[in-house]
Every structure is written in structure tokens, then in C-alpha cells.
């Protein structure tokens, strides 16, 4: 799906607040970007105007987006529905008029509009589908699950497809691939204004599925909280770039890893089967419920299941409120024979937990696919009993 660029002109900070969070809450991914820095290159595909003050340079501000972005979907927000002011947005070039504060459900559904608008007049270029990877705690499998992903997307649909690491200090995407960059997601955030086809293709390294790398920070503390509204601006660069881009996101919630999770069709939440997984993962699903990040494209996936369960999967989606998209079982010999070598499991051969980074592969080129039998469940009272005394 595409990820639309969505620009707000207001002068009221409440205002951009209120329409931002309704943004991000859609099912369509939308990145925000701001009126005060200059941007030549990223066109917006949605502008939200602010109609309510002066009207007469708000119809300007139409006029003149209109002129910079033709295709663009423009809604104009007002205090009343006057059939005057309609009529002078739309002659300015509106497609939509809102009155304060905008009815959720109508306002997603113009979103949905441009969004079709959009695929149908730019259906030629690529259009990103962008994947983000991200840990219920540190050692769930988000590296493993996301770089086998990549790979195996990369072996069955040859696309255009990146992985970027997005952790802070020495990621290991490219350590788990066998590849050693020369440069990392650093170089692309700290040349941003140059950051065109040609250049990225310098800094990034092609594994020889056919996928390709933005390699990890070699820095300990970035990126880092400043960085935020840099890889925002990566991800959109990136989006016209690649027909899929997939994100090492950690499992630490920052201001980067917040970027991720706005511009993602899909978070893909890593869990195992353990009390500090599960507990981890709800708290984790509470905060991107309260960042306004839409719920509907969380999915959750269980690494390293092996009977028996320390926690039956049925009363993991209970705990969750999300059912197990994906169950990968555990392998240790298999999956460290594969990190130790630099070769992805993909391409290794016949195990169990190949055959299931296939199935879920599959699925995500082709969601309509057959989900996987569920695992039998095993109720296992004490570490049930310890879940519930921790909430
Ligand atoms: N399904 C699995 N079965 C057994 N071991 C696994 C599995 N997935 C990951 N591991 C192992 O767990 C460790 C942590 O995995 P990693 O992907 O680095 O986690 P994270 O990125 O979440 O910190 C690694 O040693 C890896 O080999
Ligand atoms: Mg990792």
C-alpha cells in the first residue's frame, strides 16, 4: 500500500495536533511533514488546511498548493459548513471541506479517496510497502525474523527490496547477512539533501539474494533522539526508491523507532512464548496505541515456540487482544549454524523454520494465502499464574 507525504498549514498548534493524531490513526500509513522547512523535492499527496482564521489568505495557501501539487488531495477545515466559503475553497482548488474539529470516519474516508486517486494516477512508479520489525524485548528474534524475511522475499518475488537496521550501535543486519558495509543508515541521515538514486546506491550494500542493506549506526548513542525527523525523511526517500522496505526497528521505543512505526503498512511485533515477552508486548501495544498509530496493522509473530508452551498461545492473544499471525518454532542449531555462517536460513536447506519463513513470506506477498494451523495448546498454570500477579 502506498504511504502517503500529508502537510498541515496551520498557525494553531492544536489544531496540527488534532489533525496529525487523526492522521496517523488511519489504516492508511501517512507520513507528516512541516510547512516551516524548506522541501523541494517531497511534493505532499494530502494537505489539510486551516480555514478558520483568515479566510482570505487561507484561500491563497489553497491556490497556491494547488499550483505546487497538482495531484494532491487538499481539505480545507472550517468553523461552519458557510456554502460560501465551500464554494470559494473548492474555485481555489479544495477536493474536501471539513467543519471543526472533522468527523473521524468521513475524514479517513477522504483519506482513502486520495489514497485510490493517488494509486491510479502514479501507478507506474513503485509503491513502497514498508514492513517494520519490532521486539517485544531484546533477543525475541527481530533480527533473525526480519533479515530471513528479507531474504526470502528477495529469493521468491525478486522485487526491489532494502532492509535498514535501525538500531542504535552496532546493528547486526549486516553481521547476520555476511556482508560488511562500507557505510551505514548514519551517512544517509547526515546527507539528506543529497540523497538521490545515485547516492543511495553508494550506501547501500546488495547481499547475494538480491537484497539489499542499509547498514546498522556504528555509533553508540545515535541514531538518537534528534534523528527522528531524519529517518521520517529517509523513509519517504526510500519509498520512491524500493517496492519494499523493511526495518530492524529493535525493541527500544525512540523517537526513530516511532518514524518506523508511523510509516509502516505492517509492525510485525516479536514475541516468544515467556512472562517478560508478553508482558513487554502489551505494554508496547498500549504506547502505539497511545502515539495514535493505527492498531489494525499491528500483527504479532511467536519466535522460538517448542512445546512445552510456557505460556499457551490462546492466552497470549487473550493478553495481547491480537490473534498470532505467525509461529516460528524454535531451532537453535539451525538458526546459529546460519548466523555463525552468514547465510540465511532461506538459503540453507531443509528445516522446519525455513519452511515457515517461506509460508510467512508468502503470505505477505499474497495476504489472501492460507494462514498455518494453529499450535496445539498446552495450559501451563504457574506461568500463567505468575502473568496475572504482574499486571
Ligand atoms: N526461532 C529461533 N530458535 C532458536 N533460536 C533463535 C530463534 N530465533 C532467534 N534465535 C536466537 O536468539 C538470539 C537472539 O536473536 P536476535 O535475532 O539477535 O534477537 P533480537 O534481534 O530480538 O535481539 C540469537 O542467538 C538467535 O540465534
Ligand atoms: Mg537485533
Known amino acids: ?73 487538499i481539505f480545507a477545515v472550517a468553523l461552519t459548513t458557510d456554502p460560501d466559503l465551500i464554494l470559494q475553497s473548492m474555485r481555489a482548488g479544495a477536493n474536501e471541506f471539513f467543519t471543526w474539529p472533522p468527523a473521524e470516519e468521513a475524514f479517513h474516508g477522504a483519506v482513502r479517496r486520495t489514497a485510490g486517486r493517488r494509486e491510479t494516477t502514479q501507478g507506474a512508479g513503485p509503491v513502497a510497502t514498508t514492513l517494520v520489525f519490532f521486539g517485544a524485548k531484546g533477543g525475541a528474534g527481530t533480527t533473525t525474523v526480519s533479515v530471513n524475511c528479507g531474504v526470502e522475499l528477495s529469493r521468491l518475488s525478486k522485487r526491489s527490496i532494502v532492509i535498514v537496521d535501525l538500531k542504535p550501535g552496532l546493528g547486526e ?88 512505526l508511523y510509516t509502516a503498512d505492517t509492525m510485525f511485533l516479536v514475541a516468544n512464548p515467556d512472562v517478560p515477552s508478553v508482558r513487554n508486548a502489551q505494554r508496547l501495544l498500549d504506547r502505539v496505541r497511545q502515539l495514535g498509530a493505527c492498531g489494525e496493522r499491528v500483527r504479532v509473530l511467536l519466535n522460538r515456540a517448542a512445546e512445552p508452551y510456557p505460556i499457551p498461545p490462546k492466552q497470549i492473544e487473550g493478553a495481547l487482544g491480537h490473534p498470532i499471525h505467525h509461529t516460528f518454532p524454535s531451532d537453535y542449531k539451525t538458526v546459529s549454524a546460519a548466523l555463525n555462517s552468514g547465510v540465511p536460513l532461506a538459503l540453507t536447506g531443509n528445516s522446519d523454520i525455513a519452511a515457515q519463513f517461506d509460508r510467512f513470506t508468502r503470505r505477505i506477498l499474497d495476504p489472501t494465502a492460507e494462514a498455518p494451523s494453529a499450535q496445539p495448546a498446552r495450559r501451563v498454570r504457574p506461568a500463567l499464574e505468575r502473568l496475572a500477579s504482574l499486571w
Not at 517531497?42 to 483568515?54: A, E, S
Not at 534528534?226 to 526510500?238: T, Y
Request: aromatic letters at 4%.
Open 1 to 73: 500500500m502506498a504511504q502517503l507525504v500529508g502537510l498541515i498549514v496551520s498557525e494553531d498548534e492544536a489544531f496540527k495536533k488534532h489533525i496529525e493524531r487523526l492522521l496517523r490513526s488511519g489504516a492508511i500509513p501517512v507520513s507528516v511533514i512541516d510547512d516551516r522547512l524548506p522541501r523541494e523535492g517531497t511534493p505532499p499527496d494530502l494537505v489539510i488546511v486551516d480555514t478558520r482564521g483568515d479566510a482570505s489568505s487561507a484561500m491563497s495557501n489553497i491556490e497556491r498548493l494547488r499550483a505546487r501539487a497538482q495531484g494532491a488531495g
Open 173 to 260: 543486519v549486516a553481521l547476520f547477512l555476511g556482508v560488511r558495509p562500507r557505510y551505514s543508515l548514519l551517512d544517509a541521515i547526515d546527507n539528506l539533501h543529497r540523497l538521490d538514486r545515485e547516492f543511495l546506491r553508494e550506501l547501500v550494500i546488495k547481499h547475494k539474494s538480491g537484497l539489499e542493506i542499509l547498514a546498522g549506526s556504528d555509533q553508540f548513542d545515535r541514531p538518537g533522539a534528534a534523528d527522528g525527523g531524519a529517518i521520517e525523511e529517509l523513509f519517504r526517500l526510500l519509498a520512491r526508491q524500493y517496492e519494499y522496505i523493511l526495518v530492524d526497528a529493535g525493541s527500544q521505543i525512540n523517537s526513530c523507532t516511532v518514524a518506523a
